[in-house]
């Protein structure tokens, strides 16, 4: 799946506000509530359960939180930069200013896995993640993630 297809612009903060880890993951559930048409409440209790298990900070200065919705017809991801990187428990101990959420109906195991993997895998090159804290839109934060996304796919 191209990046580029489960990210909406319209679902891009590239300017979001910082705060703590919870402020951070309502921030996104709010934006995945709008996008996806389901309550911001859910989407972030499913989030919060999912950070419980362990957090999902790489590092790097990335997160890529996820989380199973009920009623979510396919996968879908939310991504933002935040102004104020934010502690996020990362394996780095470092703070978190880029974070891709991706979110799976709950059956699509397989597909969310193969997923987090490809988002893991553009997030770790490091001229891609320079590039995303430069764009100023959220057109331009999509065509790049689209872009590498088709190039690592190729």
Avoid: W
């Amino acid at each position: 799946m191209n990046i580029g297809d489960l990210l909406d612009p319209r679902a891009i903060a590239p300017r979001a506000g910082g705060g703590n880890k919870r402020q951070v993951l309502s921030a996104v559930a709010d934006i995945a509530a709008r996008n996806f048409h389901l309550e911001a409440g859910d989407i972030l209790e499913a989030l919060l359960e999912r950070e419980a298990a362990g957090s999902t900070g790489l590092g790097n200065g990335v997160a890529i939180p996820h989380a199973r919705l009920a009623s979510l017809p396919r996968m879908q991801g939310v991504f933002m930069r935040l102004e104020q990187p934010t502690a996020f428990e990362s394996l780095d101990h470092q703070p978190v200013d880029l974070i891709f959420a991706l979110f799976a109906p709950p059956q699509a195991d397989t597909e969310h896995l193969r997923t987090l993997a490809r988002v893991s895998r553009l997030l770790r090159q490091g001229d891609l993640r320079q590039q995303l804290r430069q764009a100023r839109t959220a057109e331009a934060i999509h065509a790049l993630l689209a872009r590498e996304s088709q190039s690592s796919a190729a």
